[in-house]
């Protein structure tokens, strides 16, 4: 293989992965290659999504977030707590204008992620057990909240943003682009983005440059948390309703968009362009497998055979550097 | 100092004999038809410095090295060890500076390390513990057998390392620098317990760079000087002076390398003070640290291996807190929390290894810039200053190839470590702390890396060489201070300096 291919191969691979699952299905099923399907499957991955953005800069610093999906559900519960539910709805809920819900919930997000922070760079907790243990938090703070019922109210705005479209684009979508660019913005033109990249690529050079390397591994952490806030929040409202464990696919699903488009479980490598591809593969799969006639049950194991040949390419990748740079360390 | 007077322990017979080994990695002759004879029953001294051979020879005869030229028998068989495995099921053991027990275990399992006692398949604890106390009471070892590795002083640990090594039937136990990170009392232990091993017809090769204790404890010395073995000889009535004259030669050698010369220090004790410290220690790393850094003045830190130096310059640069003492920058104190903290103060440090300094699969110029970003860029990255920044120091250290745009795995050795030091450059800083700028590298980097270190010098940075090789230290400093364990034990400043007061010193 040409140095340059593999150089490139993180990149190529997921790329042609997404080719070839589009020519398949738009081969196997006539109703797959539509533009209302382009755009379900556009907003089908918006959730995820979101929060895959949050979980790039975790990733891109060689660390995880196993927190998200339970922050997502929790921050969703949490904003629908505070807006005024239907009587039939037996919640204990307190009633706030909407905007200052939406404030409140923002605010309860990043400060799951603070903890997250706090608890790796103050205390020293991996972040795989610090997040694990948040997971669990998260799910605690669904459960007492909503107490078993199910909230359906959620500030108007919310409703906009998560269920509304401006003509024929959902805001959902909007939403998700605007996360994407503006994560992309950050990382690549930022200092901040910077140091994600350098604190991923070699945290002992960057701590011996002078860099932060706590701050900088605390921040990705409550960025990732608002954004699986804030997809937390457009999923109650996408979905209309707000309970416990209804995010549980999104911590796999977000890893997955991630690890599948590219960016090195290492650090250092990889971006939100890794994360589109990743995510419109995913997209393309789930929404695909629902076109062709096949078993609902297979469904799940396809996804996870797929996932594993992702993890395959992204550590052998990781492999093949490592023994070029043995040479010359 | 003939041969003959070597067989110190009388007629002892040769449990060692090697015969004309060579050893060469990749045209570098590191072993030059060398002979060297071990007798049971004596505690043999290895000394010379860092890469004259010495250490080749015992990983041959550990079985670490397996392709050499030269015959070696052992209790009269001639042996050629495969693998470390051989070499230990034939009686070889060693015990390495890095020790390998582990911590979490008890004293009991250490020692039973990998043939714990068993009875009908589970681990029989009662047999483990007493076999373990007994073994160790008879090496005159004083030690509960269920207390957890970790909790031990570092100096017992060893001592049990020792005893494991024994214990699996080594009759030559090597022992790399066991002194290097022990007390007085803890040393006259170890020496203790050796002798009590060479009364029961042991043998034992003693290698350290700590020539008082290699002559304290040993029957007989051999000095290695550039891959040859210079001389074998009883120990008695050796000094120290004499071991140092042969380790470092006269200077008229193939291939001598050494300073012999003596170097006069320009020191300069009235320039003024950036860096104070002041009774700084950490742990069992150093302790009561003072040292005045002065602007215009390149400070050497001499000592061997594991003296401390390591641990203190990472307390220089905020890596590692410091336990007691203070640092004060132009007379104003200052607390290092980390390494930001450190870089705002106008500290920078470039650690001894490469790989921690260094983003290898970067372009140079994100390597340079990435010290000196937040000067550079507020919010937003300017990649046209950063490259114009990284071109300056590329043509200014002659960098090579002189893109910025190489991948930094792509350089070479010497290279990288300009690179590496580059990055403080653009701003210079008020004290930058190097350790081991050159190790590893070839004469002309070498050179260079010596001539930028002075130019900073004469731009008024402070700076602070820390180096394990007294050519190192001679070659660029203005004033020295020698380190053994953990405390600052010597000052040369505003004098003649030359490597064997060095070493004396050290």
Redesign the interface.
């Given at each position: 293989m040409p140095a340059f291919l593999r150089s490139q191969m993180r990149n190529i691979a997921p790329f042609v992965t997404l080719i070839a699952l589009l020519v398949f299905f738009g081969v196997a099923s006539p109703s797959f290659a539509s533009l209302d399907n382009a755009a379900n499957i556009l907003t089908q991955i918006s959730v995820a999504g979101v929060i895959a953005v949050g979980l790039t800069f975790v990733i891109l610093c060689a660390e995880i977030d196993l927190s998200v999906a339970a922050v997502a559900n929790a921050t969703g519960i949490f904003v629908a707590y505070f807006t005024l539910q239907e009587n039939y709805v037996n919640i204990a809920n307190v009633p706030l204008p909407g905007w200052l819900a939406i404030v409140l919930a923002l605010l309860a997000c990043a400060a799951l992620g603070v903890v997250n922070a706090a608890g790796m760079t103050v205390i020293g907790i991996p972040s795989f057990i610090m997040t694990l243990a948040m997971m669990q938090i998260g799910a605690g703070i669904c459960a007492l909240l909503v107490r078993g019922q199910i909230a359906y109210a959620v500030p108007d705005f919310v409703t906009a943003m998560g269920a509304g479209s401006i003509g024929p684009v959902p805001w959902i979508v909007i939403v998700l682009a605007v996360f994407l660019l503006v994560g992309h913005v950050v990382l690549t033109?930022?200092?901040?983005?910077?140091?994600v990249?350098?604190v991923g690529?070699?945290r002992?050079?960057?701590?011996?440059?002078?860099?932060?390397?706590?701050?900088v591994l605390g921040a990705v952490m409550v960025i990732s948390a608002v954004c699986s806030g804030v997809a937390g929040m457009l999923g109650v409202a996408h979905f209309g309703s707000a309970q416990q464990n209804e995010f549980d696919g999104y911590l796999l699903d977000a890893i997955a968009a991630v690890v599948v488009g590219g960016t090195s479980l290492f650090g250092?490598?990889g971006g939100i362009g890794n994360t589109i591809i990743g995510l419109l593969i995913l997209g393309v799969l789930n929404n695909g497998l629902d076109h062709v006639e096949i078993d609902s049950f297979l469904k799940i194991l396809i996804r996870g055979l797929i996932l594993l040949a992702a993890l395959i390419i992204n550590v052998y990748v990781q492999a093949v550097?490592e023994s070029?740079?043995g040479g010359?360390? | 100092m003939s041969e003959a007077s070597a067989a110190a322990s009388g007629e002892a017979p040769a449990r060692l004999v090697m015969s004309g080994i060579s050893k060469s990695f990749g045209g570098v002759s590191a072993l030059r038809d060398v002979d060297f004879m071990l007798h049971a029953g004596e505690i043999h001294g290895l000394m010379g410095e860092n890469g004259a051979g010495k250490s080749t020879l015992m990983k041959i005869i550990a079985g670490v090295h397996t392709q050499y030229q030269g015959r070696m028998v052992l209790d009269g068989h001639e042996v050629h060890f495969r693998s470390a495995r051989d070499a230990l099921a034939a009686g070889i053991g060693m015990v390495h500076q890095e020790l390998s027990v582990i911590p979490d275990l008890t004293v009991a399992e250490n020692v039973y390390l990998g043939k714990q006692p068993t009875r009908g398949g589970i681990v029989d604890w009662r047999a483990m513990v007493e076999g373990a106390r007994e073994h160790l009471a008879s090496l005159g070892i004083e030690v509960d057998p269920k207390a957890r590795m970790g909790s031990l002083a570092i100096g017992l640990q060893q001592l049990i390392e020792l005893a494991r090594v024994l214990f699996s039937g080594a009759r030559i136990v090597i022992l790399d620098e066991p002194t290097s990170a022990l007390s007085p009392p803890e040393v006259h232990r170890l020496f203790e317990v050796l002798r009590g091993v060479r009364a029961s017809g042991r043998s034992i090769v003693f290698i350290s760079h700590f020539i008082d204790d290699v002559l304290a404890v040993s029957d007989t010395v051999t000095i290695f000087r550039n891959g040859r073995r210079i001389v074998s000889q009883a120990a008695a009535g050796l000094d120290k002076a004499w071991v140092i004259e042969r380790m470092i030669g006269r200077g008229h050698e193939e291939l001598e390398e050494s300073y012999t010369g003596t170097i006069a220090l320009d020191s300069k004790p009235d320039a003024p003070v950036v860096l104070a410290v002041r009774g700084l220690g950490a742990g069992r790393a150093f302790a009561d640290v003072s040292l005045d850094i002065r602007a215009g003045e390149v400070l050497g830190v001499y000592g061997f291996m594991g003296c401390g130096q390591i641990e203190l310059a990472r307390a220089l640069?905020g890596?590692l807190r410091p336990h007691t003492g203070t640092l004060a920058i132009d007379g104003k104190p200052v607390r290092l929390r980390?390494?930001?903290d450190?870089?705002?103060a106008g500290i920078?440090?470039?650690?001894e290894s490469?790989?921690?300094?260094?983003?290898?699969?970067?372009p140079v110029y994100?390597n340079m810039s990435?010290?000196v970003?937040?000067r550079i860029?507020?919010?937003?990255?300017r990649p046209g200053v950063e490259r114009d920044i990284a071109r300056r120091h590329a043509d200014a250290l002659s960098i090579r190839p002189p893109t910025v745009e190489a991948l930094v795995?792509?350089l070479?050795?010497g290279n990288q470590q300009k690179v590496a030091l580059a990055?403080w450059l653009s701003w210079p800083p008020k004290v930058l702390v190097l350790s081991e700028p050159t190790r590893g590298m070839d004469v002309g980097a070498k050179d260079d890396v010596v001539g930028i270190v002075r130019g900073l010098r004469d731009q008024g940075l402070a700076v602070v060489v820390m180096s394990t090789e007294p050519e190192t230290v001679l070659s660029v400093a203005d004033r020295i201070v020698v380190m053994k364990k953990g405390r600052i034990v010597h000052e040369f400043a505003s004098e003649a300096v030359s490597k064997d007061r060095l070493l004396q010193a050290a």
């Open positions: 033109y930022t200092r901040f983005g910077r140091y990249y350098m690529g070699n002992e050079a960057a701590e011996y440059s002078g860099v932060n390397v706590k701050l250092g490598r550097r070029e740079r010359s360390p | 640069f890596k980390n390494t930001a450190a870089r705002r920078a440090f470039v650690p490469r790989r921690s300094m260094l983003f290898y699969r970067e994100k990435i010290a970003l937040g860029a507020r919010l937003w990255l795995q792509s070479s050795g990055k």
